[in-house]
């Protein structure tokens, strides 16, 4: 369980420009272990495409596979996709009009490793209108942690 998700915040390093540090930063909301907290750039085409609103909205979201993104916790990078001083276009972790999963059991980190990663591929989700309707589904709200005991 978290608390106080405003420890926590995103960052989206746009076309290999570095980072831009912490662009979004979490309301002081709880969050119990299981919820699935999703951020997108707008609402209306999110709900089109997977039938719910997402729990947060921000601009800065806008990113299209070839960009980078960086969680935060008390304002330091604690987990990283892709190179936040390359741009993703070619690189094997872009995913241009596609998607990017986190393996279920994987963890943070603040080194990118693309085995840690499913990607459905570029182009994999052109013309689909929605996630049920697409031949490669993003596997939405299916990402599990490992407890250790």
Known sequence: NVPDLSVYGVGFANNGGGTDGEEFTFPSVSAAAGDHIII????????????????????????????AMELFFNGAVVDVYGDVNVDGTGQPWGYLDGWAYRNAGSSPSVTFDISEW????????????????????????????????
């Open 118 to 149: 499913t990607l459905s591929g570029t182009n994999a989700v052109d013309g689909c209108l929605s996630n049920s309707g697409c031949s490669s589904p993003f596997p939405y709200k299916s990402f599990t942690v490992s407890v250790v005991p």
């Open 40 to 67: 997108a750039s707008e609402s209306i085409g999110f709900s089109t495409y997977f039938g719910e609103t997402p729990t947060f909205t921000s601009g800065f979201a806008a990113i299209n596979g070839d960009d």
